[in-house]
């Protein structure tokens, strides 16, 4: 799993520089894209191993203040946001839950694409396919967008599942293709596809350090 956390106060001008230049988020309502930066006080980012979906966990500033106004627009369920960090989109969701507090502050909870495959469910049965495949029709039953799928090679013999989540079956697939090659694979979101790839080895080392990457530890 991975996690973020970029907290800024924006009460002073000088992190509202330093900090928001770094993030970018977005909340699109229906047709419209609106830039909320500036009402942003703190992004949470990240997800676990076992988890069907990544999410993003973002609170807002809901009051008239120095530098900033209120949000006017409200973020709502099913609303979508788009999360930059340096240029770079790490996620891309929708709301599924809000909070407001007595502190004038709204925080609102994405989870992104994969969220689909743990909230439905199907009966599957499939005999001699490959986990590419079932992960594939998985994708197409629930109508989820999809883009690389790696190619697993392995033909599972059976593989029955009554009344059970796309993301149930898809674990099972990659268990038994894991047993059978000792190759591990695993779903990935990227924006609003779904890919399917093949674990490697890790080519980028995480280095975090106090007073650069890191904002708090216990």
């Given at each position: 799993?991975?996690?973020?956390?970029?907290?800024?106060?924006?009460?002073?001008?000088?992190?509202?520089?330093?900090?928001?230049?770094?993030?970018k988020f977005l909340v699109?309502?229906?047709?419209n894209t609106f830039d909320m930066t500036n009402l942003v006080s703190s992004v949470t980012w990240g997800g676990r191993k076992g988890a069907a979906a990544r999410t993003l966990s973002v609170?807002?500033?809901?009051?008239?203040?120095?530098?900033?106004?209120?949000?006017?627009?409200?973020?709502?369920?099913?609303?979508?946001?788009?999360?930059?960090?340096e240029g770079k989109e790490l996620f891309r969701g929708m709301f599924m839950k809000q909070?407001?507090?007595?502190?004038?502050?709204?925080?609102?909870?994405?989870y992104d694409t994969g969220i689909y495959l743990a909230n439905n469910k199907d009966t599957f049965n499939y005999?001699?396919?490959?986990?590419?495949?079932?992960?594939?029709?998985?994708?197409?039953?629930?109508e989820l967008s999809y883009g690389a799928v790696a190619d697993t090679k392995y033909k599972i013999p059976e593989l029955p599942k009554p009344q059970t989540t796309g993301w149930d079956v898809i674990c099972d697939a990659l268990s038994l293709?894991?047993?059978?090659t000792g190759i591990r694979y695993?779903?990935?979101?990227?924006?609003?596809?779904?890919r399917l790839l093949e674990r490697r080895k890790s080519i980028l080392q995480w280095v975090v350090e106090t007073g650069v990457n890191l904002t708090d530890y216990s």
């Open positions: 799993g991975y996690y973020q956390k970029s907290k800024f106060d924006i009460s002073r001008p000088s992190a509202q520089i330093t900090g928001m230049s770094k993030m699109v309502k229906g047709k609170t807002f500033i809901d009051d008239d203040g120095y530098a900033h106004e209120r949000t006017g627009i409200d973020v709502e369920e099913g609303h979508r946001c788009i999360y930059y960090w909070d407001q507090s007595r502190r004038k502050t709204l925080t609102a909870t994405a005999t001699n396919k490959t986990a590419s495949y079932i992960f594939a029709d998985v994708c197409k039953r629930f293709t894991y047993k059978a695993y779903p990935a979101c990227v924006g609003e596809e779904l």
